[in-house]
């Protein structure tokens, strides 16, 4: 190696374009992994699914707890409040700080299901 830190043959320079791709092949996977982790880890802010018609309180949830929340067709998102709470047609499942999680029983639990029919 030359004192200027180049190699006296030039072979330095000939490795900068397959060193430079490589970084960049890198940087690229790197970037793929994180835009798939952003889907999974980024909060969304959903609505409160709560029975009172003029109820729009906002929820933060993120998509690996909200596709948990779907996989039950009577689970229902909702603020983390009595009032949006109705006990004569479902039971709190979930107590999240954030959030509660109620499954809806009896005939509100049927037309739960019809609701979310997966």
């Given amino acids: 190696m030359a004192s200027n830190g180049s190699h ?3 072979s330095a320079d000939a490795e ?3 060193t430079e791709r490589l ?3 890198v940087n690229e996977r790197i970037q793929a992994v994180n835009a798939q982790r952003a889907l999974i880890d980024l909060p969304e802010d959903l609505i409160c699914e ?3 018609p003029e109820c ?3 929820i933060t949830l993120n998509a690996v707890e909200y596709r948990g929340l779907r996989a039950h067709g ?4 909702i603020a983390p409040s009595e009032q949006h709470f109705f006990p004569e047609v479902e039971r709190i ?3 999240d700080g954030g959030y509660w999680i109620v499954e809806k029983h009896d005939g509100a639990a049927r037309i739960g299901e019809q609701i979310d029919a997966r």
């Fill in 50 to 52: 709560c029975a009172r």
């Fill in 23 to 25: 970084d960049l092949e």
């Fill in 56 to 58: 729009a309180e906002q």
């Fill in 74 to 77: 009577t689970w229902f998102l």
């Fill in 16 to 18: 900068k374009p397959a």
């Fill in 8 to 10: 006296a043959d030039g």
């Fill in 93 to 95: 499942v979930v107590k």
